[in-house]
């Protein structure tokens, strides 16, 4: 058995525009890096965090990783004691899943440790209890892509019920992060309890539309899916420039652009890596001029989850 893993879990585009809380897919970079080892004893132990600027608890009863493991060890009926060492390799508060990254990396790192008790989906719990402790919701759309790979539609939260949707083979994905924070539980704090029939029609009509867009690899239907009447128009107040981001990247020849996640970064969809490249050029400009800093991230949709490092 071995006795320590290094393991990869990928950053995460959630809502994909109009599936709120439902729909969301894997990157291939950025993402996190948990190396788990057993130690003697009991007990889960985080010995170093880097890339968070002294920011998370190293408390694991309060940290992310630290609650997913301890809930899936107890789920087994283990005691093994666990040290774990966290490497943040992408921003916090950035709309990137973060949090649900460095969940699934510690989940599915202790699940290998331990010679797989449990299959690779039945992990998702345990990493959602993650994503309550981060931001207060056990919401699925980032966990679930970060741990299963590819594009996931959740159809139902109880019983959950999560279902893998094939994505054309060129999907190119283009994500801004403008150097601003916004934290989920905020973000999701100012979002109406209740909405307009009428709205919801031309949003289920929306997310319907995209799962048949990218199940027929229907490029042009993925692109006129990607609308939101719903969150977006309240949550791109919290991001500077959205609306000028987004239609630069439609005018780039992208498909479609939506806030990623609870934001601030934006993504946009594009049907091969040269226009994904184009849109990311032209999205960087709006923050030039803002003068907000930003990262760019260009990338196929990531089909395999989270990787064995070491
Ligand atoms: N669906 C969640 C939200 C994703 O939009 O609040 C958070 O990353």
């Not at 003697?40 to 920011?55: A, F, Y």
């Not at 649900?100 to 790192?109: D, I, K, L, Q």
């Not at 990607?226 to 987004?246: N, Q, S, T, W, Y």
Request: charged share 25%.
């Amino acid at each position: 058995m071995k006795e320590s893993i290094k393991v990869f879990a990928p950053a995460t585009v959630a809502n994909v525009a109009c599936g709120f809380d439902i729909l969301g897919f894997a990157v291939e970079n950025p993402g996190d890096e948990v190396i788990l080892k057993l130690k003697p004893g009991s007990g889960i132990k985080i010995t170093k965090i880097t890339g968070d600027e002294g920011r998370l608890s190293r408390d694991a009863e309060k940290n992310t990783v630290g609650v997913s493991i301890s809930n899936f060890l107890k789920h087994i009926d283990s005691k093994q004691g666990i040290e774990i060492s966290l490497n943040k390799k992408m921003p916090l508060g950035s709309g990137l899943g973060s949090s649900a990254a460095s969940a699934v990396a510690g989940v599915f790192a202790v699940n290998q440790l331990l010679g797989m008790p449990m299959s690779q989906e039945d992990l998702l719990p345990f990493a959602m209890e993650g994503e309550r402790i981060a931001c207060g919701s056990a919401h699925a759309d980032n966990v679930a892509p970060s741990l299963l790979g590819g594009f996931v539609l959740i159809r139902s939260y109880d019983p959950l019920d999560i279902i893998r949707i094939p994505t054309p083979k060129n999907l190119y994905c283009t994500i801004i992060h403008p150097q601003i924070e916004v934290q989920t539980r905020d973000a999701r704090e100012i979002l109406k309890k209740q909405i307009l029939l009428k709205d919801a029609v031309i949003q289920w009509g929306n997310v319907a539309g995209l799962i048949a867009g990218l199940m027929k690899s229907d490029y042009e239907l993925i692109g006129r899916s990607m609308h939101d009447v719903i969150v977006e128009p309240i949550r791109a107040i919290l991001i500077p420039g959205f609306e000028d981001v987004k239609r630069n990247a439609k005018e780039a020849g992208a498909l479609g652009c939506g806030i990623s996640g609870s934001g601030p970064s934006i993504f946009a969809l594009s049907k091969d890596e040269k226009t994904a490249k184009k849109a990311g050029e032209k999205m960087k400009e709006i923050f030039a001029d803002l003068k907000i800093g930003s990262d760019l991230y260009v990338s196929k949709i990531n089909n395999s989850g989270p990787q064995i490092l070491d």
